[in-house]
């Protein structure tokens, strides 16, 4: 049966031929086969009789079979195209992106819902509008001229963007696809056209661009600032070396350590906050007294740790000398004898009142050589004069019969350093 049906669907030339062909063979053969088979003159008169009426009704219900196939066929054809019409009508209507078929005038023949919210019009609105109601007239002209490439068929499609206007006057950005469904006679019938906002996505890749300069800007400025900084603890153990007759080697290398372990927390803290390279000091304290604690341990037995530290924030081209300058004043404060003292005592006080912030450091120790922050000839007074003087900032040490205060006072700010990009407040 679906052979049969293949065949009348495929080619009704043959069934027509197979029809001839056998009436042929019918009409020629059909009176000498009934000679050959029956010898009663009345009985083969009688059939002969028949013969033609046989054929009629033999031709009949051929006819009736093959209309019925026929229609049997079309209706299968008809329910098809109504499927693939309304898979169509579906596709087209709730596609994700807006879709549009219009005449090479520029005159509406469908749109899709996706559009219509796209645009913010209802169909109906949205099918009497011209081009120049909805398309910002800067990018109209050069639509037009893509176009009339599409009808010349010198275009097979094209994508581009444009600014399209929503009935509430915003703009979004829009990707348009376009092609043509031209005639046998290669006559455009209709142009059609998707078009998907991307205004989101241009305003991802802006930001993406923004974030990768601000990164290539954040490595120049690391690659500067640790080149600087290892230059600056070059000239710090020079110096240390050449002023190195007070202690051994190993005292000046150990002091020179904990240099080197600032620049290295200092970097390890590094944070980008709002495009600015800042340090959470802090933390970067925690971790120096630490390790500081850590270091001189064998002389600091029973010695009482206070400490009132608030959550600061500093620019990195402060964090650095403000660090150092802690780090030498803990060092110098660590290295005092506690012997034979009642509750030993070391006091670290950080906080900031307004926008100036006070470093304290406060101990009950003996210190070593009577250490003078005034003195011109001690190399640990000349470094923490020049990163103060950087810094723009003020360093007091007070001593009485029990206690020996140090304090450390600036201005926060976001200072340029070498090769930054961000300017001082």
Not at 95 to 101: E, L, T
Request: contains cysteine; proline residues 3%; hydrophobic residues 40%.
């Amino acid at each position: 049966m679906n052979k049969l049906r293949t065949i009348i669907k495929s080619s009704p030339f043959i069934i027509a031929l197979i029809y001839v062909l056998v009436g042929a063979v019918w009409i020629q053969y059909s009176d000498q086969l009934l000679f050959s088979l029956i010898e009663d003159p009345d009985t083969l008169l009688l059939v002969l009789s028949l013969e033609g009426w046989f054929y009629v009704i033999a031709t009949g219900v051929l006819i009736f079979f093959l209309v019925y196939q026929s229609n049997v066929l079309i209706e299968d054809l008809v329910n098809d195209a109504q499927k693939n019409s309304k898979k169509f009508e579906s596709t087209f209507e709730y596609a994700p992106v807006g879709i549009a078929h219009h005449k090479p005038n520029e005159n509406w023949i469908l749109v899709n819902r996706s559009l219509c919210n796209l645009l913010g019009y209802k169909k109906e609105e949205l099918l009497s509008l011209r081009f120049s109601d909805f398309i910002h007239a800067d990018d109209l002209e050069r639509g037009r001229e893509l176009d009339q490439e599409l009808i010349a068929g010198e275009l097979s499609s094209y994508k581009t963007e444009k600014r399209y206007k929503r009935k509430d006057g915003s703009y979004f950005i829009g990707r348009v696809t376009k092609s043509a469904v031209y005639e046998k006679d290669k006559n455009p019938i209709y142009l059609i056209a998707m078009i998907e906002d991307i205004s989101q996505q241009i305003e991802n890749e802006v930001k993406l661009k923004k974030n990768l300069e601000e990164k290539q800007i954040l490595l120049s400025e690391l690659h500067h600032r640790v080149k600087n900084n290892i230059a600056l603890m070059c000239a710090l153990l020079e110096l240390q070396l050449m002023h190195g007759k007070g202690g051994t080697t190993k005292q000046i290398l150990e002091h020179y350590k904990t240099r080197l372990k600032t620049i290295s927390l200092i970097y390890e803290n590094f944070a980008d906050v709002a495009g600015e390279p800042t340090i959470n000091f802090n933390w970067y304290l925690q971790e120096q007294i630490q390790y500081l604690n850590e270091m001189f341990a064998p002389n600091r037995k029973n010695i009482e740790y206070k400490t009132h530290i608030e959550n600061i924030e500093l620019n990195i081209n402060q964090a650095i000398p403000v660090g150092l300058i802690c780090n030498e004043l803990l060092v110098i404060t660590n290295q005092h004898k506690f012997i034979g003292i009642d509750k030993p005592f070391i006091q670290i006080v950080f906080k900031l009142e307004d926008d100036s912030v006070e470093f304290t450091i406060q101990n009950n120790g003996t210190p070593q050589n009577d250490f003078d922050l005034s003195d011109p000839n001690s190399l640990d007074s000349r470094i923490i004069a020049a990163l103060t003087k950087q810094i723009e900032g003020e360093v007091t040490q007070q001593k009485s019969d029990h206690l020996q205060t140090y304090t450390l006072r600036f201005k926060k700010g976001t200072w340029k350093g070498a090769a930054s990009h961000f300017q001082p407040e």
